[in-house]
């Protein structure tokens, strides 16, 4: 491109965008090709978080992994034990809890951390034009790799207690997409309400601690009454998490649940994509 | 072919004042609205509440016209809140105007603040990377001018120390370094050269210099200073309260800035807009012109002009300085009175406070004159006015000859003993 003006200054017109600039009215086209022109300032933004995370402790990634190790120890001695949980259940408890537990805390953190993500990069958005769905986007990315990481120790626990190796670990991206859309779908919902309203900082942590029990996280399906397991299953994480967990330790998958909470993840999608298109031009003089 | 890099048509952004926060106002007025919207289609009694004014808006900007031209570099001047800042994030994008359009030709990059996205957890290698992704250059982009962005910041030697163990003076040199290695067609700078130390700034100035120069960028700069403005600009945009009328030759656009400023002298100088954001109180609440000077502002060369100032608000103020600067037509700074250089004097402990300066023989050249004010509090500048007061200097027969020189020819008339020595 410089090297086009540098060459031929005013003789030839080079091919120049141009930028029209107006007052939007209404919903926006889902702009694909700046997302995909941004897709380095996705990337450093990612890299970012990822780095800073870990500065300045001594364990660094480790603690993607203690976290819900320690969480699992807890959980098999109370809910496991104690509550007597792990009857209920036909595999070994710790394997039970942390395979639920690893697609929850995806789904958790990405909640969490794209509905703060844009106020937390306010100044950013004041004094900076990108799209503005990177910022969201970078931020369930970073939930995405402690994602990939604690799924390592799941493997080595799967090795552990002699898990079966079946065809229907390959389900596992799929599943992966509807969690990605439930997180997305309700991360940009809250993101795009939060910068209007920071009700939602206080909003989010308890709406994510009464979601986690009505999520078969720390509990199987099948203690709720068969009446009222749809309900659980219109919970986008609901099937999703069980449809995980039978997955990754070879039990039936029951596909039914798993593809209503996909078309509740994928209603939650869309809502969240139009509502953070009908608001994001105003962004910058809201937050 | 056109030969335009910036064409804007009425642009005018209103922002919506008073009764809560935007989206259409507080949650439970959202959640209200949201409400009647269903139940009786309410969304016409929320236009009608905008009409009929239950909601106050402030215009930022009010029909902007004006066309910029490509290799152009134009300087915008305005007082405090006069929408340069809303100019610029209209331009970039970062937000929409309420009305008007606008067209750019070419790839843009702002810079409304160095060191967006910095993070200080980061090392400055880190940062660089960061920086430039932040300010829209690509991967292959950064890593091709890292080493000439390093060596131009002079950070070396700390490239993988985190950015918070960096003095304030070292974080801002790398941040301006890599902004400055921005490769747009259009470049829209705000007041980013206000912050380093002063030969750091005339390095940056000159960056922006030879790019302007050797690659015919496109550049829109927003600057208090004048001098800068000068420098580099070949056109200005004045803005006041929101209007301009367009670009026009930079000694004109000063001229019209300081007359624009002026304008305003029947209003007390505490209402005044001030220069630059200052984050204080008013501190300048009067000002009155006294000595020869008549009461319309005009006094005779070589006489004696009294300034008195009525400061306010001064609690808590320490290390009080206050500079008065005296500015020519074209915005030249002619002669500075200073508390501190001319009588050491340092104000602290009051709430208000008169200050009187005296300067007898005030021997300017004839023309018209503006006064600044800068008022610190070591080293925070805490108010600032442009063309607080403007006066007149008429011709006085200073030397018997009928003649002294005018504005044109010098700043200054001084006595001297001219001989015929052979």
Redesign the interface.
């Known amino acids: 491109m410089t090297a086009i003006n540098a060459g031929c200054s005013q003789v030839v017109a080079p091919e120049v965008e141009v930028t029209l600039i107006q007052p939007r009215h209404g919903f926006q086209r889902l702009d694909l090709a700046g997302l995909w022109r941004y897709r380095d300032l996705l990337w450093y933004l990612l890299l970012r978080d990822v780095q800073v995370r870990y500065k300045q402790t001594v364990l660094g990634a480790a603690w993607a992994v203690i976290q819900p190790l320690a969480m699992m120890a807890v959980a098999s001695i109370f809910f496991g034990r104690l509550l007597g949980v792990a009857a209920k259940v036909p595999v070994p408890y710790p394997i039970f809890f942390f395979s639920g537990m690893l697609a929850w805390t995806f789904f958790s953190g990405a909640v969490a951390a794209s509905s703060m993500s844009l106020v937390n990069n306010a100044p950013m958005l004041r004094k900076i034009y990108f799209p503005r769905l990177i910022v969201p986007l970078a931020s369930i990315g970073v939930c995405a790799i402690d994602f990939i990481v604690s799924a390592i120790v799941l493997v080595a626990m799967m090795v552990w207690y002699d898990v079966p190796v079946t065809a229907q670990l390959l389900l596992i991206p799929a599943l992966s997409l509807t969690m990605l859309a439930a997180a997305l779908g309700v991360g940009l919902l809250l993101a795009a309400l939060n910068v209007a309203y920071r009700d939602f900082r206080y909003v989010v942590p308890f709406l994510l601690q009464l979601w986690f029990f009505v999520t078969p996280v720390i509990f199987p399906v099948t203690i709720v009454p068969p009446q009222w397991q749809w309900l659980l299953q219109l919970n986008p994480m609901g099937g999703t998490i069980e449809a995980f967990r039978a997955a990754v330790l070879g039990t039936p998958v029951d596909y039914g649940a798993w593809m209503i909470s996909t078309a509740a993840a994928g209603v939650l999608l869309i809502a969240g994509l139009l509502y953070f298109n009908r608001t994001e031009r105003q962004f910058a003089d809201v937050v | 072919?056109s030969?335009a890099a910036i064409t804007s048509r009425g642009?005018t952004k209103s922002?919506r004042t008073g009764s809560g926060?935007?989206?259409g106002g507080?949650?439970r007025e959202?959640i209200g609205q949201i409400g009647s919207r269903l139940l009786r289609r309410g969304k016409r009694e929320v236009e009608s509440g905008l009409k009929t004014g239950k909601y106050d808006t402030f215009h930022a900007l009010r029909d902007v016209s004006f066309d910029i031209d490509?290799g152009q570099v134009v300087g915008v001047i305005g007082h405090n809140g006069a929408g340069k800042s809303t100019l610029l994030?209209?331009?970039?994008?970062?937000?929409?105007?309420?009305?008007?359009?606008?067209?750019?030709?070419?790839?843009?990059a702002?810079l409304?603040?160095v060191g967006?996205?910095f993070?200080s957890?980061?090392t400055g290698r880190?940062n660089i990377?960061?920086n430039g992704?932040?300010?829209?250059?690509?991967?292959a982009e950064i890593r091709r001018s890292f080493d000439e962005i390093v060596a131009f910041s002079g950070v070396e030697a700390f490239l993988d120390m985190?950015v918070k163990r960096y003095s304030s003076g070292m974080a801002v040199r790398l941040a301006f370094a890599v902004a400055a290695h921005l490769?747009p067609?259009i470049l829209l700078v705000d007041e980013v050269l206000a912050v380093g130390d002063v030969s750091f700034q005339r390095k940056c100035l000159g960056k922006m210099k030879d790019v302007v120069r050797d690659?015919?960028r496109t550049v829109l700069f927003v600057s208090h200073s004048m001098d800068s403005i000068r420098a580099m600009c070949s056109q200005v945009m004045v803005l006041d309260h929101g209007a301009t009328q367009g670009c026009v030759p930079v000694d004109q656009g000063i001229r019209k800035y300081y007359e624009s400023v002026a304008q305003r002298s029947d209003t007390p100088l505490i209402d005044r807009p001030r220069a630059r954001r200052c984050d204080h109180a008013p501190v300048f609440a009067g000002l009155a012109l006294g000595g020869d000077c008549s009461p319309g502002g005009v006094i005779s060369c070589g006489g004696t002009l009294d300034i008195e100032l009525n400061l306010d608000n001064l609690a808590g103020v320490t290390r009080g300085e206050c500079a008065l600067t005296i500015r020519n037509e074209l915005g030249q700074h002619v002669v500075l009175f200073q508390t501190q250089y001319h009588a050491d004097l340092v104000i602290s402990g009051r709430r208000t406070a008169t200050l009187r300066c005296s300067i007898p023989n005030l021997t300017l050249t004839p023309g018209a004159y503006y006064i600044d004010l800068v008022f610190a509090d070591q080293p925070q500048m805490i108010d600032c006015i442009d063309g607080a007061a403007r006066f007149d200097v008429v011709f006085a027969d200073l030397f018997g000859t009928g003649k002294i020189p005018d504005a044109r020819q010098a700043y200054v008339v001084m006595p001297c003993d001219w001989k015929l020595a052979a």
């Not at chain 2, 992704?133 to 991967?139: E, H, K, P, S, Y």
């Open positions: 072919m030969n642009l922002y926060t935007p989206f507080t949650l959202a490509r994030k209209i331009l970039s994008r970062i937000t929409d105007p309420t009305a008007g359009s606008a067209a750019i030709h070419g790839r843009v702002s409304l603040e967006t996205g993070h957890e980061l880190e990377y960061l992704a932040v300010l829209g250059m690509t991967r985190p490769r067609e690659e015919g």
